[in-house]
Every structure is written in structure tokens, then in C-alpha cells.
């Protein structure tokens, strides 16, 4: 069982839902990544996702677009990225990290590279964004080989037999865009996301987080409601974006544990 399916078991156990937050590596500065994992997880955050900086991020809004531009002025690459979950790992064997960005550095690496490194930096999981399921069956069975846990994102314009070719690849859990758009883009309404969830788990058995929009304790309380977890980045990224660097640390782990209270009020 991976560390992501140990998670998301333990939770189940508690009868709570996980929260999965989303940072840039390297943004605002290299030297606080590591430091910023650590507040997360200090703060109720279950599961990490580690943004790899990636200079046309086609998924993302401007506030991670941001984010990779400050990253990349700093030369921060996949191979940093795996240093600092080696850095993290020193201190924390049991929190899940999740890498998300695109199919350009890992095609440049090279897969096996890419597993390779990735695994014995204590990768928990990953999510290429351009890498559409049904195109990439050789790249899962090697993540799932290696330990780790490939993950893909459905949309409310997934059709059935999108949803059927994830629910067939994928493992961990898997990551449900709530909005049509770019991340940290417009509001979300819970109910057409609790009628797509029903319809999604019709055929996918794994734990759903969603994404993309989620900006507060309220609406990440209602989204916990109707999902597995709830997932946050931009929101987090402004945060970094509205503190001096020196409270940097302290302002994310402040408000991460303002969304972990909302959603455990019972």
C-alpha cells in the first residue's frame, strides 16, 4: 500500500476528509520550500503537492503562472525539486508527496529517469498534466512498479469513457477540476460538483479530491462534504504573494490550519 492509500485509509478511519495543498518549488525562494512542506503538514495539510516550475503551464491561472516565473528566475528545475523532497523526507517518512506539472521536463529527463529519481527521493505520486490516459498505459505501470501512484485530472467535460480509461490507470486518488477554466478561476458550485463526483464514482474506486477554486475554510468545509479531499494552491499562492518572506512560513501554516478546523467542524 502506498503512502497515499495509507493516508487516505487512516482518514477514513477518523471519518475525515483529506486536505491536499499546492505550492511552487522554489517560489517565493528556494531556501523556504522545504521549510513551507513542513508548516503545511504542521498546520493538518495530509498530503503535499510540489508544483514543478515549468515555463508554459497551460493549466494554470496568473497566480501560478507567477509562481513559475519567480521559480525559474531562480533556475529551479526537476532536479532541484526532487532535493527538496529529499530534504523533506529527513524529517517526515509519512506525509505523501505528490508532483504535479508537465509532460516537457519529464520527456527531457527521460521516464525512467524521471521514476527513477523521483522514487528514491520519496516521491509519493504524480500528476502530468498533458499526459492525456489513454497515451501513456507504459509511463503508470512504471510509476505503479517503482511505488508510486500515477494521477490524472478530470474536468466537468470528461465524457464517460475518459472517466472509465482514468478509473483503468490510475492509483492514489484521483483529481477532479471543479471549474472550466484555469486554476483559481471563478466560484465553485458544490451541488453540479456533488452530481459529477456521483456520476464519476460510478466508475472510479478511488478516493476524489477536488480542485481549482477553492478559496476559503466555508467552501472548503461544503466541498469536503461531497468529496475525499479538498485541494488548494492558488489561494495559498497569493498568501506567499501578501507576506514578507520572513513571515512567510508562519502566514501558510496560519492558514492552512484555518481550512483543516473548517472542515472538522462537525
Not at 33 to 49: K, N, R, S, W, Y
Amino acid at each position: 500500500m502506498s503512502r497515499i492509500q495509507s493516508k487516505f485509509a487512516a482518514l477514513t478511519a477518523q471519518h475525515k476528509k483529506a486536505l491536499i495543498t499546492f505550492i511552487t518549488a522554489g517560489d517565493p525562494a528556494p531556501a523556504l520550500t522545504v521549510p513551507l512542506m513542513h508548516a503545511m503538514v504542521a498546520g493538518g495539510v495530509d498530503i503535499l503537492e510540489l508544483g514543478v516550475p515549468f515555463s508554459d503551464p497551460m493549466a494554470e491561472g496568473p497566480v501560478i503562472q507567477r509562481a513559475c516565473e519567480r521559480a525559474l528566475k531562480f533556475n529551479v528545475g526537476l532536479r532541484d525539486v526532487f532535493g527538496f523532497v529529499r530534504e523533506f523526507r529527513l524529517t517526515d517518512a509519512d506525509t505523501p508527496v505528490v508532483l504535479m506539472g508537465y509532460a516537457n521536463p519529464v520527456e527531457r529527463m527521460g521516464v525512467d529517469t524521471f521514476i527513477a529519481q523521483a522514487a528514491e527521493a520519496g516521491v509519493d505520486g504524480a500528476i502530468v498534466v498533458d499526459y492525456p490516459p489513454e497515451e501513456c498505459e507504459d509511463f503508470t505501470a512504471k510509476m505503479r512498479a517503482a511505488g508510486m501512484d500515477p494521477i490524472f485530472l478530470l474536468s466537468p467535460t470528461s465524457t464517460e469513457a475518459r472517466i472509465e480509461q482514468v478509473a483503468r490507470v490510475s492509483s492514489g486518488f484521483s483529481y477532479y477540476v471543479s471549474l472550466k477554466g484555469v486554476t483559481g478561476a471563478g466560484n465553485i458550485d458544490t451541488e453540479e460538483v456533488a452530481q459529477r463526483i456521483a456520476a464519476i464514482r460510478k466508475h472510479v474506486k478511488l478516493p476524489i479530491g477536488v480542485g481549482f477554486g477553492i478559496r476559503d475554510g466555508a467552501t472548503a468545509k461544503a466541498v469536503a462534504s461531497v468529496a475525499d479531499a479538498v485541494v488548494i494552491g492558488s489561494r495559498i499562492i497569493q498568501e506567499l504573494e501578501n507576506t514578507p518572506q520572513d513571515r512567510a512560513v508562519e502566514a501558510v501554516q496560519a492558514f492552512v490550519a484555518g481550512i483543516r478546523s473548517a472542515m472538522d467542524e462537525r
